[in-house]
C-alpha cells in the first residue's frame, strides 16, 4: 500500500498546501504571478528567473512538499525518488516564446531553446535535490488519475520508494498545477488510489 | 516474459525495417546536405525524408507505420481493449499547431485506427523512445495491458534546426560519434516501432526477449551530460543488476552517440566506469541522424535487425578514437551471433536509459 503524503494546487489566483491558501496573487504587483510567489515564500534559487513557467512551477511546487513533508530530505537514498510528470501542452508556451526569438527578435535564443522540452522541469528538480532517480514526463488530453496511480506503483514495485507527481496544466494565464507525494510508509496520508486522488485535484482538474 | 518483435523503421533510407536494414548493411547514410535549411538560410546535413506529404506529416508517419506494423502481428491486437499504444515524440505535430502539438493528430489517429484506449505519449527529449519501450515492459508486468505498440517519431523543422544551431550543436559534416574530428549532431528525422507483448503467439516472426530497463537522471544539468556519466552508469548498472546481466553477457552495445564533444566523451567514461569498453559498439546517428524521440525505438527496431541478421553494424563515421576511454566501436561490417544486446540513450533534461534484448 501507498500514501498521498502532501499535496500542493497552483491557479492563476492561488497556491495552497494540502488543502490550505498559503499564497493568493497580488493583481496590483508587477511581478508575474510566479515570481510573486518566490518572493513570498523567500525562496533563494537564482537560477529560478532563469527558468520557463513550467520549470519555475515545478520547483516552487516541489519545494513547498518539501517543506510540507520535510522528511523525504532523509527518509530515501539519492536514487529511490522517482518523478512522474504529465500535461496537456507539452512545453507549448516555451515553444511558441522560442518561435518569436527568431521570427520577431532576429536571432533563435539558446537561453529559450533549452527549454522548449517538457522534461526539463524533471532536469531541474532533480539537479536542485541531487535526485538520481527514475523520471518520466507524459503528455495526455486530460489529468487522468489512473495513469498516476498505474504508473507510480510501476517506480514503487521496481525500486522506487516515493514519487513525486505532477500535472503542470500551464497555457498563459490558465493555471491548474497538482503536485502530490506517493510515499510507501506515510501513516498521516491519504491512501493512494484513483478516488482519493481525483478528490484531492479538486473538481477543475477532473 | 516479455516479447518484443514486428520492428519497423521509416527514414530517409527506406519505408520499413527490411530497406532501411539493407541500406545499414550497405553503410549508407541518410543525411545529406540539405540548401538553405539553416537559420539565414544556410545549408545544413540533415537526415531528411524528402517525399514526406506536406500535411500532417506526425500522424501521417505513424499512420503509415501501423499499417506496415499490422502485417507484422495479429491485426486484432491494434483494436484490443488489452492494448495501449505508446508514443515517444518530443515535438509532435509542431509545424502545425505549436499550442496543441499532439491533442489533434492523436485524436485523429485514436478514429482511424480504432484503438480502444487512450495512447500516452512519452516525452523525455532523446530518451523518450528507450524509456517508453521499457514503460511498454512495466505496463505490461504489471498486468495493466498485454500488448503495446511502441512508436517513435519525430520529424525535422526550421524551429529544432534554429534551436540546435543556436546551441552550436550542429556538425558541419555529416555526424561523426566517437570519432576525433566530430564536432556536433546531424539531425534526423524518422519513425520507428515495436510491438512488446506478452504472447508470443500474437508475432507472424519470432520475438525476441525484452528485458526490465532503468531510468536515472544525472541531476547535474539540464543541456550537458554529466562528466563522470553519473546517470548513464547508474541506469546501465541497475539494467545489468535486476537482470542477472554481466559485463561479459553483453555481446554488443547500441550506444546513444550523438556526435558532440561532450556526449561522446561522457558515454566513453560510463562505459568504462561499467567494464564494457571491450564490447562491439555503435552509434547509428551517422545512418539516421540523431531523430530525438524517435531515436531510441529507431535504434532498438535497427539493433534486433542486427540479432536477426547476425551482423554487427559499422559505427557509420567513426575514423580515430576520439574519447578520453578507448571504445571498441565496430569499424567494419562483420557476421557475429549476438545473443544478448544493450540498448542506451542520454538527454537534456539529464535523462540517461538504457534495455537489454535478448535472443530466445
Redesign the interface.
Given at each position: 500500500m501507498s500514501f498521498i503524503t502532501s499535496y500542493c494546487h497552483l491557479t492563476h489566483e492561488s497556491c495552497s498546501v494540502n488543502g490550505n491558501v498559503i499564497v493568493e496573487r497580488d493583481p496590483e504587483s508587477d511581478d508575474n504571478w510566479f515570481k510573486q510567489l518566490y518572493k513570498n515564500q523567500e525562496f533563494v534559487y537564482p537560477k529560478f528567473y532563469k527558468m520557463d513557467t513550467l520549470s519555475q512551477a515545478g520547483f516552487i511546487l516541489s519545494e513547498m512538499i518539501k517543506r510540507a513533508q520535510p522528511s523525504i530530505m532523509n527518509s530515501y537514498q539519492?536514487?529511490e525518488i522517482a518523478?512522474l510528470f504529465a500535461n496537456?501542452?507539452?512545453s507549448?508556451d516555451s515553444?511558441?516564446r522560442?518561435?518569436k526569438s527568431?521570427e520577431e527578435h532576429g536571432?533563435?535564443?539558446?537561453a529559450l531553446?533549452?527549454y522548449?522540452?517538457?522534461?526539463?522541469v524533471?532536469?531541474?528538480i532533480?539537479?536542485l535535490?541531487?535526485?538520481?532517480?527514475?523520471?518520466?514526463?507524459?503528455?495526455?488530453?486530460k489529468f487522468?488519475p489512473d495513469?498516476f496511480v498505474?504508473?507510480s506503483?510501476?517506480f514503487l514495485?521496481?525500486?522506487s520508494e516515493a514519487v513525486l507527481c505532477g500535472w503542470l496544466g500551464i497555457?498563459g494565464d490558465q493555471i491548474n498545477v497538482f503536485v502530490f507525494l506517493i510515499e510507501k510508509q506515510g501513516s498521516a496520508g491519504m491512501e493512494f488510489n484513483a478516488e482519493n486522488l481525483k478528490k484531492l485535484a479538486g473538481i477543475e482538474l477532473v | 516474459m516479455i516479447y518484443i518483435g514486428a520492428e519497423e523503421i521509416i527514414s530517409p533510407l527506406g519505408e520499413t525495417a527490411e530497406e532501411n536494414f539493407s541500406a545499414m548493411i550497405e553503410n549508407r547514410s541518410g543525411i545529406t546536405l540539405v540548401p538553405n535549411a539553416g537559420f539565414n538560410k544556410g545549408a545544413v546535413n540533415l537526415s531528411k525524408i524528402l517525399n514526406l506529404p506536406g500535411e500532417n506529416q506526425f500522424e501521417g508517419l505513424i499512420a503509415s507505420i501501423l499499417a506496415s506494423l499490422s502485417h507484422k502481428i495479429d491485426e486484432k491486437v491494434i483494436t484490443s481493449d488489452r492494448t495501449i499504444i505508446l508514443l515517444s515524440s518530443t515535438k509532435g505535430e509542431l509545424k502545425n499547431n505549436m499550442a496543441d502539438p499532439f491533442g489533434p493528430p492523436i485524436a485523429s489517429l485514436m478514429v482511424r485506427f480504432n484503438f480502444a484506449n487512450q495512447p500516452i505519449i512519452i516525452s523525455n527529449a532523446c530518451i523518450s523512445g528507450v524509456l517508453a519501450i521499457n514503460a511498454a515492459n512495466n505496463f505490461i508486468t504489471a498486468g495493466l495491458y498485454d500488448h503495446v505498440i511502441v512508436i517513435g517519431c519525430d520529424l525535422i523543422s526550421d524551429f529544432i534546426v534554429y534551436g540546435f544551431q543556436s546551441l552550436f550543436a550542429m556538425s558541419d559534416k555529416a555526424c561523426l560519434p566517437f570519432d576525433a574530428a566530430r564536432n556536433g549532431i546531424s539531425l534526423g528525422e524518422g519513425c520507428g516501432a515495436v510491438v512488446v507483448s506478452n504472447t508470443s503467439a500474437i508475432f507472424k516472426n519470432p520475438p525476441l526477449k525484452l528485458m526490465s530497463g532503468t531510468s536515472a537522471n544525472d541531476a547535474n544539468h539540464i543541456s550537458g551530460p554529466s562528466r563522470t556519466g553519473e546517470g548513464l552508469y547508474r541506469s546501465v548498472k541497475k539494467t545489468m543488476e535486476i537482470n542477472h546481466i554481466s559485463s561479459d553477457d553483453i555481446d554488443f552495445i547500441s550506444a546513444h552517440g550523438t556526435g558532440t564533444i561532450y556526449n561522446d566523451e561522457m558515454e566513453s567514461i560510463a562505459f568504462d566506469r561499467l567494464s564494457l569498453t571491450h564490447v562491439p559498439l555503435n552509434s547509428l546517428k551517422g545512418y539516421f541522424g540523431h531523430t530525438l524521440g524517435a531515436a531510441g525505438v529507431v535504434e532498438t527496431a535497427a539493433s534486433m535487425m542486427m540479432i536477426r541478421e547476425e551482423i554487427l553494424i559499422k559505427s557509420l563515421g567513426f575514423e580515430e578514437t576520439g574519447t578520453s576511454k578507448e571504445l571498441n566501436i565496430i569499424l567494419e561490417n562483420k557476421k557475429s551471433s549476438l545473443r544478448t544486446i544493450l540498448k542506451t540513450a542520454s538527454g537534456f533534461g539529464g535523462g540517461n536509459a538504457s534495455l537489454i534484448i535478448q535472443k530466445l
Open positions: 539519492d536514487d518523478l496537456q501542452f507539452s507549448a515553444d511558441l522560442f518561435k527568431y536571432t533563435p535564443s539558446p531553446f533549452v522548449t522540452l517538457p522534461n526539463i524533471l532536469g531541474e532533480a539537479i535535490n541531487k535526485w538520481y532517480g527514475e523520471n518520466m514526463f507524459a503528455v495526455l488530453p487522468a495513469f498505474n504508473y506503483q510501476v514495485s521496481t525500486g497555457a | -
